[in-house]
């Protein structure tokens, strides 16, 4: 599958009106980075998707079509944006707690930690009785059989996720739910007038729209990030005593302002239900029912103010046994065959093309969390969509999507049989893709926005700030 197959794919799927692919143009291929998967055909096509979705939206305000360009290795960049992101000329602080990662278990099968939030490492340190150090845990991981202690963590509501195979995670109950998923999933879900795109004086793709955006870590605030760099009003909203990483903190908050309220109590969600009556999209990252239980399902939400964009954003999909279970981008890859297939590739390269017994033994993600950034795409993608839906017809709209569900497509694909030979890129490789702008953190390098739409660019026209700089209300429009 190429780049351009894979957007015609989304293009297609979403419903969207096929001429508009003749004012696209995609440059480049995989393999972009060291993996076997084509990461960057997921990167172009998510993220020329949605530039595209960005440009239509502008066509129905001001009646001009534009062209869209995305090279995989712009798209590439943006897939890493954490990677390559400084603060005063210096790396931020390490993303991984020393605990986060690989382990081998007793039985010879190999499992993943997720620790970099402390109630999440102290909860695995009470589930294998150690101390807090890596060689301690991993002594202790030893004792357990891999899928013994993959469901005791699950049970605890813990991270993790064993190492599967392909075939091992095909045969799984989840799997199956998600296959029988779409990729994704614009639903209408309430009748409501429709609501023509504000013509504003700068004309912005999505000016006058006002997104909340109740997202942490990449997935769901990529989604807002793309959706501000495009012209929206995005105001964060997360709750103070949540936890999140510094780094993701300033490579995501570009083009928001970030407000706290803490949803367990009742004056603040009147405050958000407030929030919500004047809001056009409403971007949510927690699990399946977590918000509902709280009035805050999309059904109650399309009452509250008729005519808004939900979208949600979950790990496993909304079906099967496993939609409530905690996830992270490198859990998916590793539950769902992606860790094993780059692991058995690796080791098989290591040992002069044969097939290695066990096997493998270092555990290999791929070299970015692409399903982390598609997946946000995707959801900016969804979200405009379902705008251009509701300027067209009215209604009000669900978007769903998750990690797995973005992981299969990219297993679906196909692989690269020596795509781990690709050489890896640094950020001095990618001088022409950053972009600088001063900060409440400090002077912040970043990636700059990879699509590049000829009459409306893409750009951030705020910088990064603290999370709750900004109180929990709209700007004036």
Request: with cysteine; charged share 20%.
């Amino acid at each position: 599958m190429t780049p351009r197959d894979a957007l015609e794919h989304l293009w297609m799927l979403a419903g969207c009106d096929p001429s508009a692919l003749d004012w696209l143009e995609m440059e480049g291929g995989d393999p972009g980075l060291p993996s076997i998967f084509r990461v960057g055909t997921l990167a172009a096509a998510s993220i020329g998707a949605a530039g595209l979705a960005a440009a239509q939206l502008h066509a129905l305000r001001k009646g001009r079509t534009q062209r869209v360009a995305i090279d995989v290795r712009r798209a590439l960049a943006a897939f890493r944006s954490e990677r390559y992101l400084s603060v005063d000329g210096k790396p931020p602080t390490e993303l991984r707690h020393p605990v986060t990662g690989h382990f081998p278990t007793g039985d010879g099968r190999w499992i993943q930690l997720h620790a970099n939030f402390p109630h999440h490492l102290a909860g695995i340190l009470r589930v294998l009785q150690c101390a807090d150090d890596r060689d301690a845990v991993a002594r202790a991981i030893l004792g357990w059989e891999g899928a013994a202690l993959d469901d005791a963590l699950a049970q605890a509501g813990l991270c993790a996720a064993l190492v599967r195979a392909p075939r091992e995670w095909a045969a799984h109950e989840q799997a199956k739910a998600v296959a029988s998923l779409p990729l994704f999933e614009i639903e209408r879900i309430g009748d409501a007038s429709a609501e023509a795109p504000r013509a504003g004086a700068g004309a912005r793709p999505l000016e006058g729209v006002r997104v909340l955006d109740l997202t942490r870590i990449i997935a769901g605030p990529v989604a807002g990030r793309t959706l501000g760099q495009h012209g929206a009003d995005v105001l964060l909203i997360n709750g103070a005593h949540l936890p999140n990483i510094a780094p993701l903190v300033i490579d995501n908050g570009r083009s928001k302002r970030s407000a706290t309220l803490d949803l367990r109590d009742e004056a603040a969600c009147a405050q958000l239900r407030a929030l919500v009556r004047d809001a056009d999209v409403f971007v949510q990252g927690y699990r399946p029912g977590a918000l509902a239980a709280r009035g805050f399902a999309p059904e109650a939400l399309a009452q509250l103010r008729p005519g808004i964009v939900c979208v949600s954003i979950s790990a496993y999909g909304h079906r099967g046994p496993w939609r409530e279970r905690r996830g992270f981008d490198s859990l998916v890859q590793s539950a769902s065959g992606i860790v094993w297939a780059e692991s058995v590739a690796a080791a098989k390269h290591g040992n002069g093309g044969r097939e290695s017994a066990p096997p493998f033994t270092v555990a290999r993600p791929l070299p970015c969390q692409a399903l982390d950034h598609a997946t946000g795409y995707l959801a900016a993608f969804g979200a405009m969509v379902a705008l251009a839906r509701r300027a067209r017809e009215g209604g009000s709209w669900h978007v769903r999507l998750s990690l797995a569900q973005t992981g299969r497509w990219l297993q679906t694909m196909g692989t690269l049989e020596d795509g781990q030979q690709s050489p890896e890129v640094g950020a001095a490789d990618l001088a022409d893709c950053l972009e600088e702008m001063d900060s409440p953190f400090g002077r912040v390098r970043t990636v700059a926005p990879a699509e590049r739409l000829e009459l409306t660019p893409a750009f951030h026209a705020r910088p990064p700030v603290p999370i709750g700089s900004d109180a929990p209300e709209w700007n004036a429009r």
